[in-house]
């Protein structure tokens, strides 16, 4: 696994970003997240190491952005230095998350034709308002490989208009942070019953830091999220994040 922050900062857009875990990172150190800077690792996609091997590896899946949304207005300007870069790594998969799935088609580089085959893109939905407004943008976009992130995950939410046979998987999860609103397991199996439905892959990710279950409320500390997740034994997927 590897990871790749082109750049830092973002601003907060819908109901998810309320506990933002950048904005919680960066108020630890005394920095503004809503300040976006380009950072020092932007070209480590095109960086090799010393024996000749590339610094982010072949054939793994880089995750892209995820201290910032890679479709944020205030990185226009480098997004197309990135996209070359990216077109560049055809060895590699790079997959980032979205919650401005609606800019889409202002940021797609010229030749993105049906997509790019080695990019993944996750559109992230929190609530029903969420799913309603981004999900109809995101199954009709040409995007090859595509995948709903419901994290955090903040009310019940109906999916089954959504799922349409080219979304590869949906992943779902609480929120964490010492002021995270609660996950209920109940919308987590509602979710997951309606992607066995679909026959849709599905993974339960992390619980979340106030997490209801059986009408009992459990307060979890963060190393154990996705341990306990994991626990839930309830995940339907196999590994398809592949190329």
Known sequence: MSGWNPWHGCDKISAGCKYCYVYRSDEKYDRNAREVRKNASFYDPIKKKRDGSWKLPSGEIIYTCFTSDFLL??????????????????????????????????????????????????????????????????????????????EPLLEEIDLRKYLTPEIRQVSVGGESGVDARECNYDWILSIRQQ?????????????????????????????????????????????????
């Open 73 to 150: 207005d205030k990185a226009d300007e480098w997004r197309k230095e990135a996209w070359d870069m990216i077109r560049q790594r055809q060895d590699a998969m790079f997959l980032f998350i979205t919650k401005r799935i609606h800019r889409f088609y202002d940021c797609i580089p010229e030749d993105w034709g049906d997509g790019y085959d080695n990019v993944i893109i996750c559109c992230t939905v929190e609530n029903q308002q969420m799913a309603d407004y981004r999900l109809p943008i995101f199954i009709n976009a040409p995007i090859k490989h595509k995948l709903i992130v419901c």
């Open 195 to 243: 992607c066995i439905d679909a026959d849709i892959p599905f993974e339960f990710r992390q619980t979340g830091t106030h997490f209801r279950k059986d009408g009992r409320l459990y307060t979890i500390p963060r190393k154990l999220h996705s341990s306990q997740a994991k626990k839930a034994n309830i995940n339907t997927h196999k590994q398809i994040l592949t190329k």
